[in-house]
């Protein structure tokens, strides 16, 4: 096999993998959600193929094939070809949110009954088993601000809708001036839960 075919083969076949891993991984988010109807077209429509396509160029690499006449160059030509148009469409596919990068949706900004508090829940990579919940707190005496982690199910979630008024949890006074509750609403689509905020501790506790 001469120089340049077998560095081309051999380009083709990790341009393929590679395409075709980082694909995978970038749908799932390193394996953290599962593939949706369009992930799993382009896996059918695109990755499989790549697949078959690097499992050949091994092959031919291993038995040292060279072209014996120009149809079969052209039929090589095309091939790495069409392989790099799908690797370039499999890739631009991706969408990084939750992946690279986090991506979040908060509900509507709220006022707690005893006006002490602007508040509003924040869900962190929704739809994905590393999903969390941050409760966001704003003094409107002093302007303070303090983010809570509240370890509620969103990972649960596996429907939201988002207009522009949401009202996912709702969180109330106690007789406590430190502590309120929280409480998730039915929007969210899971079973509701109830949390303990300590607005001085900066902590959330879960109880039924």
Not at 3 to 20: A, P
Not at 50 to 73: G, I, N, V
Not at 90 to 99: D, E, I, K, P, R
Not at 154 to 173: D, F, H, M, P, R
Request: with cysteine.
């Amino acid at each position: 096999m001469k120089l340049w075919l077998r560095t081309l083969t051999i380009f083709i076949m990790i341009e393929g993998l590679v395409s075709v891993l980082w694909f995978v991984l970038g749908v799932t988010a390193y394996f953290q959600r599962g593939m949706d109807l369009i992930a799993t077209a382009y896996l059918g429509g695109l990755a499989v193929p790549m697949l078959l396509l690097s499992f050949l160029f091994a092959y031919l690499l291993s038995k040292k094939w060279t072209p014996r006449d120009k149809e079969q160059r052209m039929l090589l030509y095309t091939t790495c070809v069409i392989n790099m148009l799908f690797s370039v469409v499999l890739v631009s596919s991706l969408y990084t949110n939750g992946w690279t990068n986090t991506h979040s949706e908060r509900d509507t900004l709220k006022v707690t009954d005893d006006q002490k508090y602007e508040y509003q829940i924040e869900l962190v990579n929704l739809f994905q088993r590393n999903s969390y919940a941050r409760l966001h707190l704003r003094n409107v005496q002093s302007d303070a601000r303090s983010s809570i982690r509240v370890d509620m199910h969103s990972n649960e979630i596996v429907a939201l809708g988002v207009s522009n008024i949401n009202n996912w949890v709702e969180l109330k006074s106690t007789t406590s001036s430190e502590k309120y509750i929280l409480r998730t609403t039915a929007d969210l689509g899971i079973p509701e839960e109830s949390f303990i905020i300590d607005v001085l501790a900066e902590n959330a506790q879960s109880f039924n």
